[in-house]
């Protein structure tokens, strides 16, 4: 059995645009790495669990806000490169990011010194236009791009439509 995901992925009209929520990932492995690290706020879960209400905790969890009301629109499950499954529901909101903040793990770092270190797990989180968040997104995760964009009918990039 895959390991589960669910996560949220907001989303809102900007000057016309599409644009999209999404969250840099803390700690050292990922802290010089930009284009192709950024995620949706997502965490796993178990078959028992519902994934709207793991998702809705997870984006609490890594943005320190309330994931906002509002219609949600429920993808199609995508299969990340590690075989792991991401169920992601998009909503339409506007986010205000000050004061977001993430909750913590804990890691050995440097590896094998003995040393525990205490990261976020999401050191910054931004708005990003569809066409931007397609080179900053994890590679497995474009796809709820194109999901976006058939469900809220809208074009890349320039999005001006929305349902």
């Known amino acids: 059995m895959p390991k589960l995901s669910a996560g949220l992925l907001l989303y809102r009209l900007a000057d016309g645009e599409l644009e999209v929520l999404i969250g840099h990932p803390g700690g050292p492995f990922w802290a010089r790495k930009d284009d192709g690290a950024w995620s949706i706020p997502k965490g796993e879960y178990t078959e028992d669990e519902d994934p709207w209400a793991v998702a809705q905790r997870e984006f609490c969890e890594e943005l320190g806000k309330s994931a906002p009301d509002g219609p949600r629109i429920a993808f199609e499950p995508v299969k990340q490169p590690s075989g792991k499954v991401i169920i992601a ?21 440097p590896k094998g010194s003995g040393n525990i270190r205490e990261f976020p797990e999401i050191d910054r989180v931004a708005w990003f236009p569809v066409a931007q968040a397609r080179s900053k997104l994890l590679k497995g995760q474009r796809p709820l791009l194109d999901h976006l964009i058939s469900a809220v009918g809208a074009d890349e990039p320039g999005a001006s439509r929305s349902r």
């Open 89 to 109: 529901f998009a909503v339409r909101g506007d986010l205000d990011l000050d004061g977001t903040s993430s909750n913590t793990f804990e890691l050995e770092w």
